[in-house]
C-alpha cells in the first residue's frame, strides 16, 4: 500500500524517451473523481521527482500494484498510446481469487464502455453504459496455485482461493475485475466486482486491505530505437508477504519475486498480512 510522506516513486527504467515505474497499490494514476479527496497522484508525482512533465500512455486502476509506463514527451506518448490501443504491448498480471478456477483458459467475454463518475451523473452513465455497444475483450489466465481455508464464508465449512496467472489481450476499463466476476472467480480485495465476505475474512485473518492484483511485466518495442523492453516490477512486500503467508511464494515466476526472496519463505509476520489462518491446505499448480 502507499505510505504517507514524500517517499520517491520506484523506477524500473529510465531514459530519455520513457519511464517506467512500480505503482504501490492505493495510488491513482492522474486526478479522477472517482475519489475526489485523494492529493497525490503518481502522474504529479513523478513529474516532480524528475523536475519534467510526462505523458501518461495507460492506466492501472487505484488498488492495482505493478509496471505503469510514462512518456517524457508528447510524440512519444502518441506512439505508445498507439501501440497500447493496437494490443501490440504484452502484459501480466498476478491476481489471488476465489474459488479454485480451471488449470487455464481463455475468457472471450465483451464488456460494455464502463464510466467512472459519481452523483448524478452516475445513473445518466449507467444508462448510457448500458444503451453502448459491446467491445470485445479476451484474457487468458493461468491457475499457479491453490489453497482452502479452515474457516466458512459461504455455505461449505471452509474456502477455497487460488493464485493466477493473468494476460489480458485487449485493454478495456477493469477488464480483469469485471472478466473475473463473470467466470464467478473475483480478485480478493475487489470492493466493487468482489465478494465483500471473503474480502472481509482476508482482512481478518491476513489484515489485508489492498485489491489482491499486480502488473508484474509488460513487453513492447521501444517506441523510438524499436529494441524490444521488457519492463518487470516484482511484487510488492505486502503482496509476497501474504502469499508466503499461504505458501504460495514457490509457484511464483522468479523474475516476479522482490530481490533477495527467490526461494525463500518468510515466516516473519509483514506489513499487510499476518499468519492466523490456522491450518491451511495449500497446492503449487506450477510444480
Known sequence: MIEAGGA???????????VAIHKPAGLLVHRSIIDR??????????????????????????????VL?????????????????????????LAVVRGHPPLAGEIDHPLRRHFDTEGARAAAAAVAATNSPTQ????RYRRLATIE???????????????????????RRHQLRRHL?????????????????HNRLFQT??????????CTELRLAHPVTGAELTLRAPLAN?????????????????????DGTAGELDESPGEGCERGADQITARNDSA
Not at 485473518?205 to 499486480?214: K, Q, S, T, V
Open 149 to 171: 481455508l479452515p474457516h466458512r464464508v459461504d455455505r461449505y465449512p471452509s474456502s477455497r482461493y487460488a493464485l493466477i496467472e493473468l494476460e489480458p489481450l485487449s485493454g
Open 181 to 197: 466476476k463473470h467466470i464467478a472467480h473475483p480478485i480478493i480485495g475487489d470492493a466493487t466486482h468482489g465478494k465483500g465476505r
Open 238 to 258: 505486502d503482496f509476497y508477504r501474504l502469499l508466503a503467508r499461504l505458501e504460495w511464494t514457490a509457484a511464483v515466476p522468479l523474475q516476479w519475486l522482490p
Open 8 to 18: 520517491l516513486l520506484p523506477i524500473i527504467y529510465q531514459d530519455q524517451h520513457l
Open 136 to 139: 470485445d475483450a479476451c484474457t
Open 37 to 66: 479527496s485523494e492529493r497525490r497522484f503518481a502522474l504529479q508525482m513523478l513529474r516532480d521527482q524528475l523536475g519534467q512533465r510526462v505523458y501518461a500512455v495507460h492506466r492501472l486502476d487505484k488498488g492495482t500494484s505493478g
Open 69 to 93: 509506463l510514462f512518456a517524457l514527451s508528447s510524440a512519444v506518448g502518441r506512439a505508445l498510446s498507439t501501440s497500447f490501443e493496437q494490443r501490440q504491448v504484452g502484459k501480466n498480471y
Open 205 to 214: 485473518l491476513f489484515a489485508c486491505h489492498r485489491l489482491l492484483l499486480a
